[in-house]
């Protein structure tokens, strides 16, 4: 059993330091680690018999290491960090930027007289050393700090050292403007972070602010979190409906964009469900909470999307692990392109070589890589929520690019799944009204929508008193003692094991139910369900993204199966499964693929557990409100449109295309930059922009993916 603990790392603004701080905490005993540093939280996975206190002090060494200046802050069980209060809180740096600002001014000041006289030799190095010491002194007081806690590999060291050997082979000028557009790009790069988390934040704008809750005759404004089950609340017009519960009074209309991504309003009279974060848009609601906040909807969409870079996609990985080695190389690089050179090349000036080593050390900073990749998957699940989609990791995101089959379950996914009774056949001197009576009686106790539809058919009120005996057949049917008589209710496979004589080919497309008295054939019940609208259009767009096989499986009759996939354009359909076959089947599915290829299932998230749990990405649909299938998917679609799927698969390969545009862009223009260096045609200044105007760029490319409106 493994505890759970989170950690938040207030003012955490180096990706660099939180892939180190991550990759050190995963080397602890018992320990499995894993950072967001979009929300600024470390997420540990702890041995239930390890020392738990223990380990938290280690990591928060291992973060001061790192990170002198973040405050480590373990997260409460009941403490609801979220998207909106992180963007909220982005400010907390705000006096320490302008602080930056007025050193960049005061010293760029001094730069400037510097360049633009002609002062002697002596006065010219004051003005330049005190310009930078003015604007980099933070910088070189936290490499010395950073070796002394053995962290030579920083950006802080990197930087202090090609601006101080600038100083030593007498470019003073380059060494005080590389460091201030250095600070310049820093600066830039934090505000575009701070804007693509606080854009990634209006994304899921969703959190209720507060809560109407009615004590006696009055109304309390209070937080969400302090009301309680059974408590009622009015939410009125333009409000967000802060809690899941059930409406007792009033009429309205409803916004559930922020769940669904749809822009189609919903109406909600008394008995209706009001889930936390639909919109109200005319009338006075007066709701009775069922659930807490901390169990509520919006909550839990909220806590998926949060911790949704907590599951790295293998792209991460790689940079991450990359990014660890490249550093390293280049500093070894930029040593030997110092010393070798100057003793191997007769003529060869060691000042020169000296900066060309030291332009090697300005583009070496992987910061492009660490912070625009993460933040390009992000920004995915981001978009992908406001459609409805709700994608558990950025591993996920990324494995929907290689999907070769979807396999889809019928009942409730490619059809509505409100079934209805179409047809009543009795036989043998049974009538109408005798066979509705046994079949609903027998089907009473089911929570099926089968059985559901034959009890809504009977219309008179179940007296439990008269069922004995009752026995599920699995896969079969229903075995059931009523007023004494034997009672057997189910499909045909329940028929042919009792002997029983039966019309089997029954002419319809719907879900037959056969039911036999006594041993004797009494007729069937045959009950209807509608494909979705929606059904046709997904396979085609499912088609035209190149997926190559999509598949039904259903329990229903191979009659019914056939018909709805010759409707739909499904490549196999596979009928009259029991839920361990659907298992099998999707085995026998995914063996059939390509080693790279993915195979999703697509279900209804409650009773198709075990096949989610099996395929590799789950998708459960239509679970606005559904708790079974949030925990049981990996991805979730809040509307009941198969068509999503595809959607999520655009939405993926676009994330792709804008994450390798950021890998070949800045590994293309450091490579450039490094070979320009050491052939002495690279000078700092071009050097800045290969490091921190590379990673700006790379990050308001990133941020593109966050708008997912026109795909």
Not at 102 to 112: D, H, P, S
Not at 530 to 558: N, P, Q, Y
Request: with cysteine.
């Amino acid at each position: 059993m493994m505890l759970k603990k989170e950690l938040i790392l207030e003012g955490l603004n180096c990706a660099n330091c939180a892939s180190k701080i991550e990759c050190e905490v995963n080397k602890l005993s018992g320990v499995k680690a894993s950072m967001n540093f979009m929300n600024k939280t470390l997420t540990l996975e702890i041995e239930a018999d390890a020392a738990v206190e223990t380990i938290v002090d280690q990591v928060k060494s291992i973060v001061h290491k790192h990170e002198p200046d973040v405050k480590v802050v373990l997260k409460s069980r009941n403490a609801k960090l979220n998207i909106k209060e992180i963007s909220e809180n982005q400010d907390e740096n705000g006096d320490n930027r302008k602080t930056q600002i007025i050193k960049l001014v005061i010293g760029g000041a001094l730069f400037a007289i510097g360049l633009i006289f002609d002062f002697q030799n002596w006065l010219e190095l004051t003005l330049f050393l005190i310009s930078y010491i003015i604007v980099g002194g933070d910088i070189v007081l936290r490499a010395i700090k950073g070796i002394a806690r053995g962290q030579v590999f920083s950006e802080h060291f990197l930087m202090s050292v090609a601006t101080i050997g600038a100083f030593f082979v007498g470019a003073y000028p380059e060494g005080v403007a590389v460091m201030m557009f250095y600070l310049v790009g820093e600066l830039f790069q934090d505000m575009a972070v701070d804007h693509s988390r606080k854009s990634i934040s209006s994304l899921m704008d969703i959190r209720p602010d507060y809560a109407n809750l009615k004590v006696g005759n009055e109304l309390q404004k209070v937080s969400p979190e302090d009301v309680n089950i059974g408590d009622m609340i009015l939410i009125k017009p333009g409000e967000k409906i802060p809690l899941d519960g059930k409406v007792i009074e009033g009429l309205s209309m409803v916004d559930t964009s922020a769940l669904t991504g749809e822009s189609i309003p919903r109406e909600l009279e008394p008995g209706a469900d009001a889930l936390s974060g639909f919109v109200n848009k005319n009338g006075v609601l007066t709701v009775k909470v069922t659930k807490s906040f901390g169990d509520s909807t919006v909550s839990k969409i909220l806590d998926l999307v949060e911790n949704a870079s907590s599951r790295k996609a293998p792209t991460e990985q790689f940079i991450t692990k990359f990014a660890r080695y490249y550093t390293p190389v280049v500093v070894f690089g930029a040593l030997a392109l110092a010393i070798i050179p100057p003793l191997m090349i007769p003529g060869a000036v060691f000042s020169d070589w000296v900066y060309r080593a030291l332009v090697f050390l300005v583009v070496s900073c992987p910061c492009a890589l660490v912070i625009s990749i993460p933040l390009g998957f992000f920004g995915g699940i981001g978009g992908a929520s406001k459609r409805g989609i709700l994608i558990k990791g950025s591993n996920y995101l990324e494995a929907l690019n290689n999907v070769e089959t979807v396999v889809f379950d019928k009942t409730g996914t490619l059809t509505k799944g409100v079934f209805k009774v179409t047809q009543t056949n009795p036989q043998n001197a049974y009538t109408k009204a005798e066979l509705l009576e046994y079949a609903a009686y027998a089907e009473s106790y089911s929570n099926h929508p089968i059985a559901q539809s034959i009890t809504n058919a009977y219309h008179v009120e179940i007296d439990q008193s008269r069922i004995k005996n009752y026995q599920e057949i699995a896969g079969n049917g229903i075995s059931v003692t009523i007023n004494d008589n034997e009672v057997l209710a189910g499909n045909s496979k329940l028929m042919d094991n009792e002997n029983l004589s039966h019309i089997d080919d029954v002419k319809t497309s719907g879900t037959v139910i056969h039911v036999a008295i006594n041993k004797k054939y009494a007729g069937n019940i045959v009950i209807s369900d509608e494909v979705k609208e929606d059904s046709a259009h997904a396979i085609k767009e499912l088609k035209s993204l190149g997926i190559r096989k999509t598949v039904m499986l259903t329990g229903d009759l191979k009659s019914v199966g056939d018909k709805i996939g010759k409707q739909l354009g499904l490549d196999e359909v596979y009928s009259e499964l029991l839920p361990e076959d659907k298992v099998e089947k999707l085995e026998w599915l995914e063996s059939k693929k390509t080693p790279k290829g993915k195979l999703v299932f697509v279900g209804d998230g409650i009773n198709d557990a075990p096949v989610l749990a099996r395929a590799d990405i789950g998708v459960a649909m239509g679970c606005l409100g559904s708790d079974a299938a949030i925990e049981a998917a990996d991805i979730v679609i809040m509307t009941d449109e198969p068509s999503k799927i595809a959607l999520a698969i655009r939405i993926a390969k676009r994330t792709r295309v804008i994450v390798f545009q950021n890998i070949v862009f800045a590994l293309v223009v450091k490579t450039i930059f490094l070979a320009l260096g050491a052939l002495g045609l690279a000078s700092m200044w071009e050097a800045v922009f290969a490091d921190v105007g590379v990673a700006l760029i790379a990050i308001f490319n990133a941020m593109r993916v966050m708008n997912t409106k026109k795909i």
